[in-house]
Structures are given as structure tokens and as C-alpha cells.
């Protein structure tokens, strides 16, 4: 459906500064954080694994039998009886290196049995010579080659350090007593430490895999997965990617260090695509994970149908995060993911220092991952619980979200171009149907207050978005509230685009880049204060043209009058509080009312004044002020529901030509009195006034 068609009374002048708006987000960079081969989403014939208790099939262990005793000298008694009797049996048939093992899996349903130690997998870690030294492929915008899968296959140790391709149903398993007790390290040679491709069925248990220039454990077009008491670390990007998959299951993981996100179910089968709220299943489960220290705790570029739900997220930069940003993912754009019962708190990290101080410019190697060095790898408002950027049909029910010292929910709406579709009609469909509700905001589960600086942020752009009552400190000031049951709202906003200023503020921050050292001036995400925000500079400049524009056309027209005096100030004061008010990241509302308040009064007052001199002035002055106070009550008590764009960009075109049309009047000179007639002469009135001649001079000058 377009535009024109879903709002018809949309003027063409409102449509063409809408278009104007996506044109400077097309100047933009496009962002790539994940780039893989182009891949298509499983059939949905598969089903999520079960565990298998069976004895391994296969073995592998190292051979320092008195280094893998005392390893296991802590375990319980059963436990470490049974190492003994595994690694009795390994040291006459096993192997010393996981991607040995995975080579000798013959049929589906095998199991791999990983003991306790150590494995750098060395002959996994030259690099490549011969023919797999000059494949032939695109690189991607971080410099490593999008290889194809026969590509992958031929060359498996390129990018991985353990390969598992084309495998069905094949378990991997740790037999330590914890997830450390095995750990798989690349030492920062590999983009992958384990990469399972098209090997559906596949299980993951009990082991850490660690220290990666991109992802730790990575499975890429499985139609079934688990993911079960893994930790992974240490890595450029990711600790956990699953990319284009369905029926999977991360369960009891953990996650830290890792310049993206600890968990990403990125591109998960839509299977849900087109639905409503009621939903048949979901393509991917995440429950019982802890996400901490990294830029984000949880993303999703296309995640869709994910349930996630029983975890902690926190000491982020940002708690979660779901988008319809970068291009290259399916099922774009992201819809139908389920968040609850989950904590989400104290995501106020900020780790960009350490790209401006060249700590990220170093080899991955030398930055200090293990010492807690995180390197963003994307734009981010550290001090935020849960992000979506771009995305439909989202619930957010039932999760503790706290201690954040920005924003508990953060909503925003992504430009179709963005991911690469480029029809018209498609632009404005994200940030629909996102659903807030029973959520305990500011306080812990003890109930103990942990407020966040706001809880909501949006941008005001969508349709069918709504939230519980009673959020503390939102922007809007008033947010469209849910209904007891799931479903559309009705009778609330449904904007084409978000607010002016906060797009403006989001194509500012977008504007970073890791490689290239590359901070946004003017972006609060990235340090700017006070005058140095894009707020605060967009205010300055238009507060100094009103003033500039205002005191001209009061010195000119309005000081005779007490009521146009008393509206000047009232302007003056409201400029001053405006700029004010946008020098303060978490003002709310309040303050930007107030400031819109003061100026709907000025141009009331200004506009009533020029009704006997200028009365075409006087009419777009109010009208001006009409829009203003419009604008300060959609930003503070209620968003006026049906129209497609909020009044400030009307107030904003309006005021174009109010300044242009005020500053020709300003400029003029003005009309000298008359000289006194008397009744005899031919134009004077009788009663002593200008006669009709005067008038109609007066009027002609308009």
C-alpha cells in the first residue's frame, strides 16, 4: 500500500519534506555488521535435537595424562572415574584435535566426547598455501572473504579453526565437571573458533570456546540446533551467531567480552511473517543465558520469531537489541520476536574510549580482551536496556528492566533503503505493533528502587505501538497505552515519521565507524556535552534566527504595543528554555513543552498585535502558534492519533516562510502618520480620523 493511498489526505508539500527527510538518511553510510554468503532460510521440516546419554562414539583428548589428572582432581568421585575410564579408552583409539574427530564422522547420530584440556587445534592454524591461498571471492567490508560453501569445504581452515560442514545430527560434548574444564582457543588466527554449516541436528554441550576475530560458535543454515551450557569470549564480534536457522535452542550459556554481542539468532526463519500477535511457534528459544560485559548483550539484525526468555543481561552497553539495519540478512524486516521474564539491567558500559584512545587499532591480540577491553563494533546509546530499531510485532512482557541511565526501552524506526529495498511504498514499514507491557521498570526483583534515567524513548514514528501505564519519564510525555489482550491499538498514532530532532540525532550517531577511528561529533552516544550535542547546535541555530527575526520585527512593528511587547518576551524566554532544556540528555518532556508553550504564546500575542497592520502576517503568525501549541500538546499530553506526521514538521514548514514573510515586514519602512487635514480637504474623515484614501494607500502597502 503507498503512502498517498494509506493516508490520502496528505498534502504533496508534507509528502515532499517526508522525501527530503529519507534523502539525508540516504547519505549515510550503509553498515555491514555481518556479511556472509547469500543464503536462503530452512524449510521448517526439522526439529530442535534431543540430548543423547549414549556413550561417545568418538573420543579426543590430549596426550599429558599427568596434566589431564589433575585437571580432573577436583571432580566429583563418579565423574572423575569416568574421565579415567574415557581417557584409557582415547589414548589407544581417540583423537588429539576436535576437527580430527569431526573428520571421522561417518553417518548421522554420532557423538563426539571432548575431555578436559586444552585445544588450539595446531593443525588448523597455518595459514593457508596453494590453491587456498588465491580463492577467488568477495571481501567483505571488514576484510575477510564471503566464501561460498563448496568454497568453505575446500578450504575449511581459511576462517576456522574447527569445521563442521554438512553433518547431521552429530553431538559435541565436554565431559568436565563445568563448561571450562574444555576450552577451544584460536588465539585471535581464525574468524571462527567453530563454524557448523548446513549440519542440521547438531548439538553443542559443556565446553568454552574463546578468542576469535569474529565468533566463537557459529551455525549458519541449520534447520535444528542446541546450544547447551557453552560459554564463549574474547572475540571481535560475536560470542554466539546463528544465522539463517530454525528450530534451535541456547540454553544455560554464557557470554562476555565480545565487541557485538554476547548472543545473536541473527536472520532466524520468518515463519511468521504477515501474522498477528497469535503466533504458531517460534524458529528459535534462548533461555537461562547470561549476556555481560559486552557492547550488547543480545541482537538481532532479522530476528525473528525468537522467544527469549529466563535471562540476565547486563553490565552491556546496551542490554538487547533487535534491528531492520544492515542488509544481507532474510527475512528482513525483523518481526515477531518475544521477550520475558527477563532481567535487564545495569547495561551502562561504555566502551568507546577505547576506540578513540587507538586501543582497537592495535592487533586483536595485544588490545587486552581478557583484561575486559571491548572493541564496538556498532553505532550504540550505552546506558540502554532493550533497542529496536526497525522492527514489527515485538513483545516485551513481564522482564525486570532497571539501572539504566538512559532508557529502559528504546524504539526507532529504520528507512527501507537502509536494508537495501528502495520501493517508495515500503520506507515507513518498521516500528509497528511493538507491544510493552507488564514490565517492572525501575525496581529489581526485591523491589528495591533502580530507576532508569527514562524509560522509554521513541521517536514517534509507527503505528499500533503501545505501552503499560504508568512508565517514569518517557518521550512522548504520553505513550499509547496497551489493552489487556494482544492487538492493535485503536484509535492511537500512526506517524509516517518519527520527531525532526531525534532523527536528526540518529542519523548524526549512525554516522560511526570502528576501522576508521570514526567518533560522531555532535552525538551524545559518543561523549558530546552540552553544546557540542546535535540537540543543543539545532536549537542554537534556530533560537538565534527567531531571536535575530523576533527582536526585529518587535523593534519595527510590535513595541507600541503592551501586548506585543509582553508576547516578545514571552518568545525570549521561550528560545532561552528550549536551548537549555536541549543541552540535557534526559529532560523528558517537560521542559521542551514549556519551551513550545512559551513560544505558542509569543506568536499568539505577536500575531494579534499585526491584525491592524499586517493582518496576512497576523494570520500566519497565528496559525504558527496554533501549530506550536499543537506541537507542545502532542509532546506532553497526548499524540494526536490519525495524522501521519507529528506537528512539528508542520510547525516547521510553516515557520519558513513566517521568518522570510516577518523580516520583509520588519524591513520596511514604516508609514508616516498623515498630516493633520482639515474638514475641507477631500480626504479627511469628519470625525478627525484618515479618510478612506489613506486606508486604501495603507492597505496597497501590505
Avoid at 668 to 687: K, Q, T, V, Y
Wanted: neutral net charge; charged residues 20%; contains cysteine.
Amino acid at each position: 500500500m503507498s503512502w498517498t493511498r494509506r493516508f490520502p489526505a496528505v498534502p504533496a508539500a508534507l509528502l515532499a519534506a517526508l522525501l527530503a527527510l529519507v534523502s539525508l538518511f540516504a547519505a549515510a553510510p550503509a553498515a555491514r555488521a555481518h556479511e556472509e554468503r547469500p543464503v536462503t532460510l530452512p524449510d521448517g521440516t526439522g526439529s530442535v535435537p534431543q540430548y543423547r546419554k549414549a556413550e561417545p562414539d568418538l573420543l579426543v583428548c590430549k596426550t599429558d595424562r599427568p596434566a589431564f589428572e589433575r585437571r580432573i582432581s577436583a571432580f566429583p568421585q563418579e565423574l572423575k572415574e569416568r574421565n579415567l575410564a574415557l581417557y584409557e579408552r582415547c589414548e589407544k583409539s581417540g583423537y588429539r584435535h576436535l576437527q580430527e574427530a569431526v573428520d571421522a564422522v561417518d553417518r548421522p547420530g554420532m557423538n563426539i566426547a571432548i575431555l578436559p584440556g586444552l585445544y588450539e587445534e595446531e593443525p588448523s592454524l597455518p595459514k593457508p598455501t596453494g590453491e587456498c591461498a588465491a580463492l577467488k571471492a568477495p571481501d567483505s567490508a571488514l576484510g575477510y572473504q564471503i566464501l561460498s560453501y563448496e568454497q568453505q569445504v575446500q578450504c575449511r581452515h581459511n576462517q576456522n579453526l574447527v569445521a563442521v560442514l554438512g553433518k547431521t545430527d552429530l553431538q559435541i560434548e565436554g565431559t568436565g565437571a563445568t563448561r571450562l574444564d574444555v576450552v577451544i582457543d584460536a588465539k585471535y588466527q581464525k574468524l571462527n573458533a567453530i563454524r557448523a554449516d548446513k549440519s542440521n541436528g547438531i548439538y553443542f554441550r559443556n565446553f568454552t570456546a574463546q578468542r576469535t576475530t569474529f565468533n566463537s560458535l557459529y551455525v549458519l543454515a541449520g534447520d535444528g540446533f542446541v546450544i547447551d551450557d557453552v560459554l564463549t569470549r574474547w572475540n571481535d564480534e560475536y560470542g554466539f551467531l546463528t544465522f539463517a536457522s530454525d528450530h534451535g535452542l541456547y540454553k544455560n550459556c554464557e557470554s562476555y567480552g565480545n565487541g557485538d554481542s554476547g548472543i545473536y539468532p541473527g536472520s532466524a526463519s520468518n515463519i511468521n511473517d504477515g501474522r498477528g500477535y497469535d503466533v504458531p511457534r517460534y524458529s528459535i528459544e534462548i533461555t537461562g543465558c547470561h549476556s555481560h560485559h559486552n557492547m550488547v548483550g543480545y541482537s538481532g539484525t532479522a530476528g525473528d520469531s525468537v522467544w527469549v526468555h529466563d535471562n540476565e543481561f547486563d553490565q552491556n552497553m546496551g542490554g538487547a537489541s533487535m534491528d531492520s539495519a544492515f542488509p544481507g540478512h532474510p527475512g528482513l524486516p525483523q518481526n515477531h520476536a518475544r521477550f520475558e521474564r527477563n532481567l535487564i539491567h545495569d547495561n551502562n558500559a561504555d566502551y568507546y574510549g577505547y576506540v578513540a584512545d587507538g586501543t582497537c587499532a592495535k592487533p586483536p591480540v595485544e588490545r587486552g580482551y581478557e583484561q575486559g577491553v571491548v572493541c564496538p563494533q556498532i553505532s550504540m546509546p550505552p546506558g540502554t536496556g532493550i533497542i529496536t530499531a526497525g522492527g514489527n510485532w515485538n513483545v516485551y512482557e513481564n522482564n525486570w528492566v532497571y539501572g539504566h541511565r538512559r532508557a529502559g526501552f528504546f524504539l526507532s524506526a529504520v528507512p527501507a533503503f537502509i536494508r537495501g529495498e528502495e520501493k517508495w511504498s515500503k520506507q515507513a514499514d518498521t516500528s509497528h505493533h511493538n507491544r510493552y507491557a507488564g514490565n517492572v521498570l525501575g525496581k529489581d526483583r526485591s523491589g528495591a528502587d533502580r530507576p532508569n534515567g527514562m524509560d522509554v524513548w521513541w521517536d514517534g514514528q509507527g503505528r499500533g505501538n503501545c505501552w503499560q501505564s504508568g512508565p517514569d519519564g518517557s518521550t512522548p510525555g504520553t505513550l499509547p497505552e496497551c489493552g489487556e489482550r494482544r492487538g492493535a491499538v485503536s484509535g492511537g498514532p500512526a506517524r509516517l515519521v518519527g520527531e525532526p530532532v531525534k532523527l536528526a540525532q540518529l542519523l548524526v550517531c549512525a554516522d560511526y565507524n570502528v576501522q576508521a577511528r570514526r567518533l560522531p561529533a555532535g552525538c551524545d552516544w559518543y561523549g558530546a556535552r552540552g553544546p557540542e550535542r546535535v540537540e543543543t547546535q539545532i536549537a542554537l541555530a534556530v533560537a538565534a534566527v527567531l531571536a535575530l527575526v523576533g527582536g526585529v520585527l518587535w523593534w519595527r512593528r510590535l513595541r507600541g504595543s503592551r501586548l506585543g511587547a509582553a508576547a516578545s518576551l514571552l518568545g525570549l524566554a521561550g528560545l532561552a528554555l528550549d536551548v537549555a532544556g536541549s543541552t540535557m540528555p534526559l529532560v523528558g518532556t517537560f521542559v521542551p513543552a514549556l519551551a513550545l508553550l512559551l513560544l505558542g504564546l509569543w506568536w499568539t500575542g505577536a500575531g494579534l498585535a499585526l491584525r491592524s497592520t499586517r493582518p496576512w502576517l497576523a494570520r500566519l503568525t497565528l496559525l504558527l502558534a496554533v501549530l506550536t501549541l499543537l506541537d507542545a500538546f502532542d509532546k506532553a499530553v497526548l499524540m494526536i492519533p490519525w495524522i501521519p506526521v507529528g506537528p512539528a514538521w508542520i510547525r516547521a514548514r510553516v515557520a519558513v516562510p513566517w521568518v522570510l514573510w516577518a523580516t520583509i515586514a520588519a524591513s520596511r519602512p514604516a508609514h508616516p502618520a498623515p498630516p493633520s487635514r482639515s474638514p475641507a480637504d477631500p480626504g479627511a474623515d469628519p470625525a478627525g480620523g484618515r479618510g478612506t484614501g489613506a486606508l486604501l494607500t495603507e492597505g496597497g502597502a501590505q
